[in-house]
């Protein structure tokens, strides 16, 4: 996942910063993607480390950025998710006035307003309660998110789940229901079918990735809230959601591949790139031993 995750998204933001000459209000929707999946990804070597060794070197405030930013992924994930929903809406529904409501200016003012609601709701983590464990000599990290402890806090989850699962998840099926309202009823004649097209497979990707990466993630956390008791160890069905969510990042590249002309350039072209290395290798290969199999014909000749 870590190094699928950084190649991919790495290469969005190339394409979508410094290669894309006419920016759309999609094209900024893709880099917000692109740059919040790689702060997530980023961090997976360090909890990588922290797992294998079962010790935390890396200080008490790194600790808490990771505990921090391990909140603050899926929040920013499913909000990017709907502002792209409405931008999907807008193109279709009202196309009209699409130029007026899709352009740069307004999606980057959309995307900072996202990013400062989801890091002032983040940032709090930072200062959250000492870790448990600081009694002791052993180091561990991100044990004040352990379940036990989030339990002592869950009208602030529930309130957190609220309004960054369930509000963005609605805002996204309102404009689905919509926008097929509109595709079955006729409403979008005058479409090109190119863009009906785009935005029908944006639609089913988003679709796709939340009930896969972020649902089952989401209902896992919520019903281990609501269990009583002192369990808060390993959980399979927890670390099973919490993989699903990180293969989010990877997944990203079925959105980037549908948005972008040049996207879909690059990875073609770096699919040829490689298909011509190993041919070249083959090639080589086979000459190497055609020499050697000459030379020894010649040798036997010889003797």
Same mark, same amino acid.
């Given at each position: 996942?870590? $190094? ?7 290469? #969005? @933001? !190339?394409? &979508? /910063? *410094?290669?894309?000459?006419? =920016? ?43 505990? $921090? ?7 920013? #994930? @499913? !909000?990017? &998710? /709907? *502002?792209?929903?409405?931008? =999907? ?215």
């Amino acid at each position: 996942v870590f $190094a699928v995750g950084v190649i991919v998204n790495l290469t #969005a @933001l !190339w394409v &979508f /910063a *410094l290669t894309t000459k006419k =920016r759309s209000s999609v094209t900024v929707h893709m880099i917000n993607v692109a740059l919040v999946d790689l702060t997530f990804i980023l961090l997976i070597p360090f909890r990588m480390v922290y797992l294998h060794k079962d010790y935390w070197p890396f200080g008490d405030l790194f600790c808490r950025i990771t505990a $921090a930013l391990n909140i603050f992924y899926p929040c920013m #994930a @499913l !909000w990017l &998710f /709907a *502002l792209i929903s409405t931008d =999907r809406y807008m193109a279709i529904v009202q196309p009209k006035h699409g130029k007026e409501l899709r352009n740069v200016p307004k999606a980057v003012v959309g995307s900072l307003g996202v990013w400062l609601m989801t890091l002032g709701s983040s940032i709090p983590l930072l200062f959250s309660a000492e870790d448990p464990d600081r009694i002791s000599n052993f180091t561990t990290c991100i044990k004040m998110q352990d379940i036990i402890y989030m339990r002592h806090d869950n009208p602030v989850n529930f309130v957190r789940l609220i309004f960054f699962f369930l509000v963005p998840i609605c805002i996204m099926i309102g404009c689905y229901i919509v926008i097929v309202d509109n595709l079955i009823h006729g409403r979008t004649s005058k479409l090109k079918l190119k863009v009906k097209e785009k935005s029908i497979r944006i639609i089913i990707t988003l679709i796709i990735q939340v009930l896969v990466c972020f649902v089952p993630f989401h209902v896992c956390l919520v019903l281990r809230l609501l269990e009583n008791g002192e369990d808060g160890g390993f959980n399979t069905w927890a670390v099973f959601t919490t993989f699903l969510m990180n293969t989010s990042t990877v997944l990203d590249i079925i959105l980037y591949y549908i948005v972008s002309k040049q996207f879909q350039d690059r990875v073609i072209s770096v699919i040829l790139y490689r298909n011509y290395l190993r041919s070249v290798r083959r090639k080589s290969r086979h000459t190497h031993t055609g020499s050697i199999k000459s030379l020894s014909n010649l040798t036997s000749a010889v003797i």
